[in-house]
């Protein structure tokens, strides 16, 4: 598969859209460091919640969502319950607190309630956690551009397909700061949700069948144990195949989202950028309910890719599945996307790629950017020299950003070299890992909001132990040690309720320091 004239032309067509959009917003320069992260609190809600929800997805949605469908069911789609659980938790609980603190980072928090190093530690365990996940989704969008634009997935086009997406990051949002990102994620979110309803409407007109005819064949596969139309799963499955449950949505997924939009900076950075906690939570609920239609695009996209390839009883089809490229594994929508889609149409699903990359890989470069200079760099800047100009700051985040664009495409080409030489699941490890930091975060902020102990040190504690319980009730991990043990396959959800609760034991373990009783009693 080559890329036409055409794919071509669409392809040079939205990076001209993109410069020029990053050129408008790039107009107004930021005079210090909260207007470079959090745009001086000016941002519509309208646009935050675009952005928060261009966050939420990435090039491993663009391309796994589909497999989903094609795979499994509707399930996926009922734990945004626990996403909507999680939204009135945040806007309840965290979202005003950050607001009347006045925070830059949502670590700020941990340090009017318990010290400057709590802060600090959360911080780095946000970073490594975020690191390696953000690095593993850079490297996955990259096999995509690889085989799209290069035609190969060998280490040269790999790594100048992951320079191009760091590259093109880092000169969209580099200047700017987080209005480049939130302006820059709108259109990136337009992009894809674009190719992939051009994509459906293809798939649909080239099947050619009634509706009531794909619905008889979803609702009884004749190759599936139950409905493709199944939403509601009420089975008692605490295994990694029984994630999508409603009691696992109702509870590792409420956690999970909690951490996600209001621990992570990633996120909450976003949300902050608004001028009152009110809007804030409006921006945050209206992305919440927006991820829904969203994530129902691609999983029926997979629905007609699995008539496609799976149900040629239903009409003449001469297509066939394959599930590797060079030896590759790839999703089935990677493999329509390289054998049956049309000059023009393909191209536009480059672009789909690169735009849903690009929306985590600039989101991740500013938040981690906003942590090492706002939580690490600026309190030691001033400690030596109390009277730092602002605009140092914003040099000093656009530094930031660069050393971060470094360290995500090193962890991106670390994965490609791991998976070729190694038996060790390591994307799998990097894909998680935001959940095995999510289990401290969790357990020390609850400590933080709901009781008046803990102290710094029962933190850092708290942050290790909700990372290493994790990653100890990993199977690959598990075998390592007995393989005995490996038979043991809780779910991801569950494995972050487990650390969850030993970490807030933990951190409440902490008798409360002077300091600290005496900054909840001034709160």
Known sequence: MQLTLLDWLVFCSYFLILTLLAWWVNQRKASNSSDYFLAANSMPAWLVAISVLATSQSAATFLGGPDMGFRGNLTYLATNIGAILAAFFVIKWLIPRYYALKVTTVYELLEQRFSASAKNHAGQMYLFGRVFASGARLYMAALAVSMLLFNNIDASGIIAS??????????????????????????????????????????????????????????????????K????????????????????????????????????????????????????AQALLSSVLLVIPVMLLFIVIGFLLYIFYQRADLYQSSAILG????????????????NELPSGLRGLVVV?????????????????????????????????????????????????????????????????????????????????????????LLGVFFTALFTKRGNSLSVTAALLTGFAVTLLM????????????????????????????????VCYSGKPSITSSSKQQEA
């Open 162 to 227: 992951v320079a191009l997406l760091a590259v093109v990051g880092l000169l969209c949002t580099m200047a700017g700061g987080i209005r480049s990102v939130i302006y820059t994620d709108a259109l990136q979110c337009l992009v894809y949700v674009s190719a992939a309803l051009l994509v459906l409407f293809f798939l649909y007109t080239s099947l050619d069948l009634p509706w009531h005819v794909l619905l008889d064949a979803l609702r009884n596969p004749p190759d599936q144990a139950g409905s």
């Open 229 to 280: 139309l199944l939403l509601f799963d009420t089975s008692t499955n605490f295994s990694s195949s029984g994630v999508f449950t409603i009691w696992s949505a109702l509870t590792g997924f409420v956690l999970l989202n909690i951490a996600a939009f209001g621990l992570d900076q990633d996120m909450t950075q976003r949300v902050l950028t608004c001028k009152t906690p009110a809007k804030g």
């Open 323 to 338: 599930d590797s490229f060079q030896g590759e594994k790839i999703t089935v929508f990677m493999y329509y996307v390289l």
């Open 352 to 440: 789909g790629v690169i735009a849903a990359a690009l929306s985590t890989i600039t989101s991740g470069l500013n938040s981690m950017a906003s942590v090492l200079v706002a939580d690490l760099y600026q309190p030691w800047r001033l400690r030596r020299q109390p009277g730092t100009a602002a605009r140092h700051f914003v040099r000093a985040g656009q530094l930031a950003m660069l050393l971060t664009a470094v360290a995500l495409s090193l962890m991106a080409v670390l994965c490609y070299y791991w998976q070729q030489y190694s038996d060790m699941p390591l994307l799998a490890f990097a894909l998680s890992v935001m959940v095995f930091s999510y289990s401290g």
């Open 474 to 505: 990993q199977p690959y991990l598990l075998q390592k040690i007995s393989p005995q043990l490996a038979a043991i396959d809780l779910g991801f959800t569950w494995q972050l309720c487990i650390g969850t609760a030993i970490a807030f034991l």
